[in-house]
């Protein structure tokens, strides 16, 4: 069974880019039908789909984060990665990786437990 | 993209049944049957309730069940449980190859 951990700073300053990434353990990422993805929650809001990618470095992103994401993989040392830049406090929220099944359950199946990144200076 | 609509929240007794309902477009929950469900407690990492709409993956209880209909997605509940206290959230594939949650639903058990 897949399970995912996200990692990295929890505090970002305004401006700068914040980094986070998802290690993969359990089975190989080069198995299995999955989008590797990034979703967030802010405090005291809903859900907002981040981006995904594929194994192949194929992405798709949120059209209202597009311009400041990135998203990378790294299949060798099992981990996928979050970029977003020119941070503001907007950007404040639990991080949580998760993959995307899209061909068993065109569902986002296995979720990480999340990462609280505060942007401040 | 904008979120998909769900009520702030629903309340109901143990034992009843409640719905919750997802309302989007006819570009995403309108287009495909690739609508989810995911239960949210506060601090834990949300759970996969219901897929395709419709179906229960494994291990989740058969009073979980859904419906769709053209651009409104349901969510029911039977025989409610003080465990079932969560947020809940429901995801749409897009047109444009996207994914967007709706705004969630915080159900409470009375």
């Known amino acids: 069974q897949v399970q995912l951990q996200e990692s990295g700073p929890g505090l970002v300053k305004p401006s700068q880019t914040l980094s986070l990434t998802c290690t993969v353990s359990g089975d190989s990422m080069n198995s299995g039908s999955y989008y590797w993805s990034w979703v967030r929650q802010p405090a005291g809001k809903g859900l907002e789909w981040i981006g995904r990618?594929?194994?192949?470095?194929?992405?798709s992103y949120n059209p209202s984060l597009k311009s400041r994401v990135t998203i990378s993989v790294d299949t060798s040392k099992n981990q996928f990665s979050l970029n977003l830049s020119s941070v503001t406090a907007a950007d404040t929220a639990v991080y949580y990786c998760?993959?995307?099944?899209?061909?068993?359950?065109?569902?986002?199946?296995?979720w990480g437990q999340g990462a609280m990144v505060t942007v401040s200076s | 993209q904008s979120a998909l609509t769900q009520p702030a929240s629903v309340s109901g007794s143990p034992g009843q049944s409640i719905t919750i309902s997802c309302t989007g477009t006819?570009?995403?929950?309108?287009?495909?049957?690739?609508v989810s469900w995911y239960r949210h407690h506060p601090g834990k990492a949300p759970k996969l309730m219901l897929y395709d709409a419709i179906k229960r993956p494994s291990g989740v209880s058969d009073r979980f069940s859904g419906s769709k209909s053209d651009n409104t997605a349901s969510l029911t509940i039977s025989g409610l449980q003080a465990e079932d206290e969560a947020d809940y959230y429901c995801a749409s594939y897009t047109r444009s190859s996207t994914w967007v949650f709706g705004g969630g639903t915080k159900l409470t058990v009375l």
């Open positions: 998760a993959t995307y099944d899209y061909v068993w359950t065109n569902a986002f199946e296995i």
């Open positions: 006819s570009s995403d929950v309108g287009a495909y049957i690739y």
């Open positions: 990618i594929y194994i192949s470095g194929t992405t």
